[in-house]
């Protein structure tokens, strides 16, 4: 199966969310879609970086961070290369978003994604061949 969606990193962390229960919900089910239909869901190097940290932040372990890391990682996952940046760089500048966000679309782009699932961006907003969809709305 083609990846059709690319995870940002809010996605995950509500699956591992105990205070976000209305939340929490919808992302098990994408996270379980992204496990048992696996290729289907990307996500990226810089997406598994950022949960690592904020899961540490939010009081998991590092080896229960590490554990959810290594299972993400059977997802089709977009390195971070110079070819991402200067993409990112580039979509930062045309849509006037953040590098962080730019980078997690670039990503979405080079995964071949044509949804990328995300409460950071503008829900419906189509940039330039990938659609943002906010799953909590």
């Known amino acids: ?13 509500y699956a591992y969310d105990n205070e976000q229960v209305s939340k929490r919900q919808k992302a098990i089910s994408i996270v379980g879609a992204g496990m048992t239909q696996l290729g289907t869901i990307a996500i990226s190097v810089q997406v598994l970086q950022e949960f690592y940290v904020n899961y540490l932040k939010k009081g998991g372990t590092k080896p229960q961070a590490r554990q959810i890391v290594e299972d993400l990682s059977h997802w089709p996952v977009v390195d971070n290369s110079r070819e991402l940046l200067g993409h990112a760089l ?10 962080w966000d730019a980078g997690i679309l670039a990503a979405a ?6 949804e990328l699932l995300t409460e950071d961006l503008n829900h419906g907003q ?12």
């Open 1 to 13: 199966m083609p990846v059709k969606q690319f995870a940002d990193t809010n996605i995950l962390l």
């Open 90 to 99: 580039v979509l930062s500048e045309r849509w006037q978003i953040s590098l």
């Open 126 to 137: 189509d940039y330039g061949g990938v659609r943002v969809l906010n799953p909590f709305l």
């Open 109 to 114: 782009f080079a995964s071949g994604a044509t």
